[in-house]
């Protein structure tokens, strides 16, 4: 009997900021529609796996979001846990869920991101521990860290940052359940709001209410089932933990070390990946993955995005869906979502033809959490 | 009420409290492995080379470079107006730490810009923050 995971259904809800519906309405809705999606009853999911964003400690307190959700899903699962890496952690649920599956912990797991942005808006701009002192506030202010860094040592320019954020709105306008579909232009870009320099508004992902699921089972039960299974090619994690006290935390993401070893266990390079979902909270997010992953040479991510390389239409679409920047935040289980469309045919009017090979990322906390899936048909 | 007015000031604990100690003296230090001599910030239990739990405070020039930097453009906390510059200080000693640079226009640093330590007094704490070393020639 086969026990090698593969990935049956996905679902979400609809991405905005919308905050009409609660949380936990959201998770159920995407839940349903990812059980539903595979075919499979919701009595045979026997593992729960969850990415709780930025609610584990806030909307919960101290119950961990698993067990809400679970009760709220009446499960009594064989498996069960939260992962709090941040954007990493939709992807290292999938992941994980595969390695339970594959050791016979559970058959069939459900793997959940919910998060309610809008309403614990707080919690992304925190300070950080005593640096708080100096206003070193946001997700947004590190990342500017990264990015100056990037323009002093390769030159890198805010044209190019602004390649990626008009790829995204781009791939957007093809993606009916997005939440920005309006093509944006390089002027448009060029006058956007300063937040932290050199990251303008429109370098910032999406601040979005949603929830999305997929549902890994083992190849033996997704065999009757109507969809098309997707395999898991590769995986990996790597992290940076100590931040600035790491030599290369602002120049380099751990992207870097894990990529290739998720990449190897498929036997692939990054040549032979069809579409890339990358995690894209910030722009400069996308050109440091594009160089740590192999896709071009360490400081040419500016150059390779011009011309619209990662642009609907070319050498290598990033994000079709529209990612962070453009589609929703979905915590980084939009891009696992994304990618299974992608390589099942599903993506109507975006789709790449004969996606084979989707490599998907997560990037989390303060650039310390990275993890990548290699996902294939 | 309070929040608006208080900056966010520093929460010492039994490893950072000698930090603010000798900064309130207007001395900069860190920490030195006594096994493996690596210098360390942020202080913590251990060498996180080494893991050595043998460490000494040691006083350092206070001088390093701008290694990158972040100029906001929006006010978080009312009490940090914007625009200002938060940067990541990359001492000549080696060890890193984020802080402000201070005594020139926020749209005058530069990465790999040389700067110096400036103590500044808020509520009851000193921070150590950076102003350019070429522009401090007449200051205090």
New interface residues.
């Given amino acids: 009997m086969s026990r090698r995971a593969v990935i049956t259904g996905v679902g979400h809800t609809a991405f905005g900021r919308s905050t009409d519906r609660s949380v936990s309405e959201l998770e159920t809705e995407a839940a349903l529609s990812a059980v539903e999606d595979a075919g499979v009853s919701p009595s045979e999911v026997d593992g729960l796996l969850s990415d709780p964003g930025a609610m584990q400690g806030v909307l919960d307190g101290i119950t961990p979001h698993y067990l809400r959700l679970g009760a709220q899903l009446g499960l009594d699962p064989d498996y069960t846990g939260s992962e709090i890496l941040g954007g990493a952690g939709s992807v290292a649920v999938v992941e994980r869920a595969v390695l339970a599956i594959e050791a016979g912990l559970c058959t069939t797991c459900l793997c959940i991101y919910a998060d309610s942005t809008t309403s614990v808006k707080s919690a992304y701009?925190y300070?950080?521990?005593?640096?708080?002192?100096?206003?070193?506030?946001?997700a947004v202010?590190?990342h500017?860290?990264?990015a100056?860094?990037h323009m002093?040592l390769y030159g890198t320019k805010p044209e190019q940052l602004g390649e990626v954020a008009i790829a995204a709105r781009a791939h957007a306008a093809r993606t009916p359940h997005a939440q920005k579909r309006r093509p944006i232009e390089m002027q448009e870009y060029l006058s956007s709001?300063?937040?932290?320099?050199?990251l303008r508004k429109l370098d910032c992902c999406l601040v979005s209410n949603g929830a999305a699921a997929v549902l890994v089972t083992t190849e033996e039960r997704a065999r009757d089932l109507r969809r098309p299974a997707v395999q898991i090619l590769g995986h990996a994690q790597a992290h940076s933990l100590?931040t600035?006290?790491a030599p290369e935390h602002?120049e380099r993401l751990p992207a870097a070390r894990c990529g290739p070893r998720a990449l190897g266990q498929a036997g692939l390079g990054p040549r032979d990946v069809d579409v890339a979902l990358l995690y894209d909270c910030f722009t400069i997010v996308v050109l440091l993955q594009l160089e740590d992953y192999g896709f071009c040479k360490r400081g040419e991510a500016g150059p390779f995005v011009e011309g619209g390389r990662i642009a609907p239409g070319g050498e290598l679409p990033v994000n079709p869906s529209g990612g962070l920047l453009a589609e929703g935040y979905g915590g980084g289980m939009l891009h696992v979502v994304e990618a299974v469309r992608q390589l099942r045919g599903e993506a109507g009017e975006r789709q790449i033809p004969e996606a084979s090979v989707a490599l998907v990322s997560g990037h989390g906390l303060g650039m310390n959490t990275h993890a990548t899936l290699v996902l294939g048909r | 009420m309070s929040d608006d007015t208080t900056p966010p000031l520093p929460n010492p604990d039994v490893l950072t409290q000698p930090f603010w100690e000798a900064c309130r003296e207007r001395r900069l230090q860190v920490s030195a492995c006594e096994e493996c001599n690596h210098l360390f910030l942020p202080p913590g239990p251990c060498c996180p080379r080494c893991w050595s739990t043998r460490q000494t405070p040691r006083v350092v020039s206070g001088e390093g470079r701008v290694y990158s930097f972040a100029l906001y453009r929006r006010t978080y906390h009312p009490a940090i107006p914007e625009p200002y510059v938060v940067a990541l200080i990359e001492l000549d000693e080696g060890p890193r730490l984020i802080s402000n640079v201070v005594g020139c226009a926020p749209e005058e640093v530069r990465v790999d810009m040389r700067v110096r330590v400036r103590f500044e007094d808020v509520d009851g704490f000193t921070l150590p923050r950076f102003e350019p070393l070429t522009m401090t020639g007449g200051a205090s």
């Avoid at chain 1, 300070?127 to 946001?138: E, K, L, N, S, T």
């Fill in positions: 701009r300070g950080r521990g005593d640096d708080a002192v100096y206003g070193f506030f946001g202010g590190l500017a860290l990264a100056r860094r002093h709001d300063p937040i932290v320099e050199p100590c600035q006290a602002f």
